[in-house]
């Protein structure tokens, strides 16, 4: 007895345990499905309908249509009444065969579906009705979860209680996925039949129906390689971007490409993309597995009365094909568009969106997003990188991509409005390698930027002298450092002449003059460009031992460099009088109700006084009135900007204004290697870009500043760098004068320790050799290495005032090699100075050079 009561008490406690855990999970579930059920959205049937065209827009800045987002989503809706009977009853069939007797769930199917994924122990198996699928299609996610599943069963109760049957048919079979990126039944008739949903056999409704179950393995095609044997006159193709980047088509895979050109099955872009690996191609056949689950849907179809035998017999008698629509012009996106899309979900997630939800948004959520594309100059742009006579000497490199590359970003300086973007050429399709996003040399158009704007903050002005003379550095094998291009030097000029003419020496000089040392000097300088947006600069403690804290730094010899996009921004700041805005690409977003969901406020950075800035824009235009952008200058407008070249012309650049646009061109190889022109390059094309701007856009000419009157080219001063148009001080060296410096090369991005020169040191009180770009004149002893004092303004042009003897630098480092303007001399990656050898500081010299 005693045995049969603990028995009892045993049972009992387990009955009490059960029912004590069902109370809880029905607890749990029930509060869980009031939770989910009060977060149901209103729906009739009108919001139905704009749920389901639920494509987003881009819209250019004149409001036009400038994309219809699909990310490869293909749909297009009809009404019930253009759906075949056939096909709707083939989808209740195989997917809900109890639909017009439910309320929105089976629950006995759906209890045998819980004990499955109980026993697999995961949300695997089916037991959806209709109404549960398109919940997930228009209202949920494709999350695999229980709680996913309980909203989905909550909604579903929901839809049958707001909707009719045909209503829910409708919108389910204009959102049901149906492989290969195709949604809702008319997509899919067109995608795979090139068909009217309504022209559908019964086979074919049978196969589209079977598709839902399993997508990948049931779509109706397979693709496999196409062969020279092949009868390409009636091949159903396939293009697509490669799985795993671009690939190397084989010497037949060419005779196909060219085979089907010539058969009118792909155009010449297709046929050049396919060549150099950027799109692959194959063909598609009928598959096998796709009709044995069509034949599975005829069978249930049957058996549920829905078809009769003779229907059924011959259903499966029907020779089913395969047949692509004839493909209109590739659906490119552009790089303008690319990149909006990518700010679009960026902009979503900063709202609390996840990723997937932010990009499901993108493509579904009926967003209008506007943008600040000025269709006009994009096609500009698009026109100009198109035209292989603005690129010579180009060729393809082993992945059969186009070389040189380019990149160009243009903005309107008063906004911080991103007008056109391209990010490369003779390359087609969506999302592609961006290079206006991607880190490139500078050269010396980073100058303004890294060095005379500080300059000018601290109280220089372009009339500030600066002795342009060979800089000494005991720590060189030279003795000397840098080099100015063709190693000529002008001696004491203004700032202005010598940022015309891109002295390298002035620059260095005048790098030095921001802090005590120079290491201090430069992260000065780092600092400034981070907050103009610069987001690649290198610090000693990202990486102690290459990194950007150095002199190469006022050259543009940096660790991984800039973008166009940063560089283009940067210049904007100066073309605005000093006030930098945030580059934007999309004004408002709109969500599908037209409320605005988001709308740009642009960051505005003061980078310098408008007064400051206005010297700058001077100083600027010199370069292009008769500096070493003189291909600058425009038809009917002001221009401005500097040219950027370097090592061995592995980057060429130029980066200027109008008083409507600024812009800025990158030209290069993907991977660096010497380019057979200078700077010449960009810098024309860019004045080609803006000429062309100027004339389609009808912009009137006007000055930089609104004082200004306005531009007249007549009046255009030539050679006038504030008086210096004599340069009496530029003599052409002699052989056994000229200082040819320290020519630095890059191996593969390591520090090359192989210095090779031919510097003749200068004698005692022997002028400097000088010529036309970057000069430097003898006995400087490192005198450019103080404390940071800010330079006196000289009284006579070429009377400078003696400087103050400058501090002891506490920690001398030894200056990296640096890029050198329009000569291809760049320094080699930069390297920390902590543990080199200091460079003898000279002090207080008895030099009676100019102020530096």
């Known amino acids: 007895m005693k045995g049969s009561s603990i028995i009892k008490s045993i049972f009992k ?11 809880i999970v029905v607890v749990i579930v029930s509060a869980i499905m009031i939770a989910v059920s009060k977060n149901f959205p209103e729906i009739d049937q009108m919001k139905l309908q704009s749920m389901l065209q639920e494509t987003s827009y881009i819209y250019d800045d004149a409001g036009n249509i400038s994309e219809k987002v699909q990310s490869g989503i293909d749909r297009t809706i ?6 075949p009977t056939d096909l709707q009853k083939a989808f209740i069939a195989i997917e809900d065969e109890r639909f017009y007797e439910h309320g929105g769930v089976d629950f006995k199917r759906l209890i045998g579906a819980l004990v499955h994924d109980i026993k697999v122990g995961s949300f695997e198996q089916g037991g959806s009705t209709i109404n549960m699928q398109l919940s997930k299609n228009l209202l949920t996610s494709t999350e695999k979860s229980a709680l996913r599943k309980v909203t989905d069963i909550v909604y579903a109760i929901k839809l049958d209680q707001k909707l009719d049957k045909s209503d829910i048919m409708y919108a389910y079979l204009n ?21 009217d949903v309504g022209d559908l056999s019964l086979m074919e409704c049978a196969i589209i129906a079977g598709i839902t179950q399993y997508p990948t393995k049931y779509i109706p095609y397979t693709l496999s390689e196409i062969t020279p044997q092949d009868d390409i006159s009636s091949l ?55 009709v044995e689950r069509g034949k599975v849907v005829l069978s249930k179809m049957r058996e549920l009365g829905i078809i009769n035998e003779e229907k059924y017999q011959g259903a499966l008698n029907e020779n089913v094909i395969i047949n692509f629509p004839q493909r209109n012009n590739r659906d490119i996106s552009t790089y303008f568009n690319d990149r909006v899309k990518k700010e679009a979900v960026k902009i979503l997630v900063e709202q609390g969106n996840t990723e997937e939800q932010a990009n499901n948004l993108l493509k579904f959520g009926g967003l209008k997003i506007y943008s600040t594309l000025n269709t006009k100059i994009q096609q500009i742009l698009e026109r100009e990188f198109a035209n292989k006579a603005n690129f010579p000497n180009s060729y393809f490199d082993q992945n059969g991509v186009i070389q040189p590359q380019a990149a160009m970003v243009i903005i309107d300086q008063h906004t911080g409005d991103v007008k056109a973007y391209i990010g490369g050429r003779g390359q087609y399709g969506s999302l592609i390698f961006d290079r206006a996003d991607n880190p490139r040399q500078p050269g ?32 060189s094998p030279t003795g000397f450092w840098p080099k100015n291009i063709h190693g000529v030097y002008y001696g004491n000029r203004t700032m202005k002449f010598l940022l015309a003419v891109s002295s390298n020496v002035a620059a260095v000089k005048t790098l030095e003059t921001l802090a005590p040392t120079k290491i201090a000097a430069a992260n000065r300088s780092l600092d400034y460009l981070t907050q103009m947006g610069f987001k690649h600069l290198v610090r000693s403690s990202e990486n102690p031992a290459v990194n950007d804290e150095n002199l190469s730094l006022a050259l543009g010899g940096l660790t991984k460099g800039v973008t166009t996009l940063e560089m283009t921004s940067a210049y904007a700041g100066i073309a605005n009088l000093g006030k930098q805005n945030s580059p934007v690409f999309i004004t408002k977003i709109l969500d599908s109700t037209d409320k605005v969901i988001y709308e740009s ?53 130029f980066a200027g204004f109008t008083p409507y646009y600024t812009g800025s061109i990158w030209i290069g190889s993907d991977t660096p290697r010497e380019l057979s022109y200078t700077s010449e390059i960009p810098t024309k094309l860019w004045a080609k870009v803006m000429n062309k701007i100027d004339s389609e856009l009808s912009l009137e000419p006007k000055g930089f500043n609104k004082s200004d009157k306005p531009y007249d080219p007549s009046e255009e001063e030539i050679d006038s760098l504030d008086g210096d148009t004599e340069q009496t001080n530029a003599v052409e060296p002699t052989e056994n004068q000229q200082l040819d410096g320290i020519i630095f090369e890059e191996n593969q991005g390591q520090q090359n320790q192989d210095i090779q020169t031919n ?44 400087p103050q003897p400058p501090a002891t630098e506490p920690t001398p480092e030894r200056p990296q090699p640096p890029a050198h303007e329009d000569t291809g001399q760049q320094s080699a990656p930069p390297v920390s100075y902590e543990n080199s050898q200091p460079a003898q500081d000279n002090g207080g010299s008895n030099d009676d050079s100019p102020i530096f």
């Open 444 to 475: 010396s158009a980073i100058k303004p930027l890294a060095v005379y704007l500080l300059a000018l903050k601290d109280g220089m002005t372009p009339n500030t002298m600066i002795n342009d003379k060979p800089r000494e550095d005991s720590t």
């Open 78 to 83: 009809v009404p019930i009444e253009q759906i």
């Open 759 to 802: 510097t003749v040191e200068p004698n005692q009180g022997q002028q400097a050799p000088s010529t036309n770009s970057e000069q430097q004149s003898n006995n400087d002893n490192n005198n450019t290495q103080n404390a940071g004092s800010k330079p006196q303004q000289p009284s006579q042009p070429q009377q400078p005032v003696q």
């Open 13 to 23: 406690f387990i009955f009490i345990f059960i029912l004590a855990i069902s109370i």
């Open 175 to 195: 959102t049901v996925f149906l492989g290969s990126n195709v949604n809702g039944v008319q997509a899919a008739a067109r995608a795979y039949f090139n068909k």
């Open 601 to 653: 406020k642009p960051k505005v950075f003061e980078m310098i006084s408008e007064n400051k800035a206005s010297q700058m824009v001077d100083m600027l235009v010199g370069v292009v009135k008769s500096g070493s952008a003189t291909s600058a200058k425009l038809s009917n407008m002001p221009s401005a900007g500097k040219t950027g070249t370097t090592t061995d012309v592995k980057d060429v650049y």
């Open 236 to 290: 159903q193709i396939k293009l697509y971007p490669p799985s795993n980047g671009n690939v190397v088509p084989t010497e037949v895979q060419k005779k196909v490409y060219d085979a089907l050109k010539n058969a009118g099955k792909i155009d010449y872009y297709e046929d050049m993309m396919l060549k150099n690996g950027s799109l692959v191609v194959t063909k598609a056949t009928l598959n096998p597995k796709s």
